[in-house]
C-alpha cells in the first residue's frame, strides 16, 4: 500500500486573527507546492479549527499517515507537553493515533522552525524595511 | 553624518532554553551576515538579558537608529501592545527614542516574521524529517 500523508500544521491560535492568518496561509502554501499532501492547519487555543477538529477533517481524505508539524518559531511548554498532549502522543515515542475512517492512523510530530538562516535573512528584511 | 544602524531582535522567551537559543542563534547569523550591523538580542519575559537591558547594551556601539524586530511568527498581543510599552514606543508612530551615551537614538519597530514561502518549505521540511 502506497502511503498518502497528511501535514497537520499546528498553530498556537490567538484571540486576534494575526497567528490563525499566518499559520493558514503557510498552510495553503504548503499545499499549493505539494499538492500530493494533504495539508491542514488547527490550532492549540483561542482559533479554530482546533487541533482535535483539523485532525478529524483528515477523514475522507486517505491519508495513511499524519505529520503533526507545531508552526511554532522554537520548542517550549507548548511544544514539550500541550500539543503532545492535545495530540495523545506517546512520551516514549513521540508518536499517536488517530481512528480516520475506521482504521488506525500513525500521527508523528515535527519539530518547530528553530534556528535557519533562513529566518535569520527574513528578521534582516524585516529590519530593512523600517530603516 | 552617516548611520550605523542596530537590530534589536526580541525573542519571547521561556523558563526552557530553546526559545533563546533560537533567537540567539538567529541574532548571530544576522551578525555574521552583515558585519556592518550592531545585532542584540533581547527578551521579553523569563529570559535574558531583558529587552532593556539588550537596548542600553548598545551603548559605546556608536548605532544612531535601532531596529527592533520581533522574532516572532505572528502579530499578536505581545507585538501590538507588550514589546511597544517595554520600548515605550509612540503609539501613533509606533516609533521611540533611548538614550545612549548621552544622545538621544530612534528605535523603529519592525514586523514579525509572517507567512512567507521561506517559512512554508521549512514546515515542510520539518514533515519530511519524521515521515
Redesign the interface.
Same mark, same amino acid.
Given at each position: 500500500m502506497s502511503?498518502k500523508?497528511g501535514?497537520l500544521?499546528i498553530g498556537?491560535g490567538?484571540?486576534?486573527p494575526?497567528?490563525n492568518?499566518?499559520?493558514t496561509?503557510?498552510a495553503n502554501?504548503?499545499s499549493d507546492?505539494?499538492p500530493e499532501?494533504i495539508v491542514k492547519a488547527g490550532f492549540m487555543e483561542n482559533s479554530e479549527p482546533t487541533v482535535e477538529e483539523a485532525l478529524m477533517s483528515f477523514e475522507g481524505t486517505g491519508v495513511t !499517515?499524519v505529520?503533526a508539524?507545531p508552526?511554532?518559531? #522554537?520548542?517550549? &511548554?507548548h511544544?514539550?507537553k500541550d500539543i503532545p498532549a492535545i495530540l495523545k502522543l506517546d512520551p516514549e515515542t513521540n508518536e499517536g493515533e488517530v481512528q480516520l475512517n475506521g482504521k488506525n492512523v500513525k500521527i508523528?510530530?515535527? !519539530?518547530?522552525?528553530?534556528?535557519?538562516?533562513?529566518? #535569520?535573512?527574513? &528578521?534582516?528584511k524585516?529590519?530593512q524595511?523600517?530603516?
Open positions: 502511503e500523508i501535514i500544521a498556537h490567538s484571540r486576534l494575526y497567528n492568518q499566518v499559520v496561509e503557510i502554501m504548503i507546492n505539494h499532501y !499517515k505529520a508539524v508552526v511554532f518559531l #522554537a520548542s517550549g &511548554i511544544i514539550t508523528v510530530y515535527g !519539530k518547530p522552525l528553530g534556528s535557519d538562516k533562513l529566518i #535569520a535573512e527574513l &528578521i534582516f524585516r529590519a524595511e523600517v530603516i
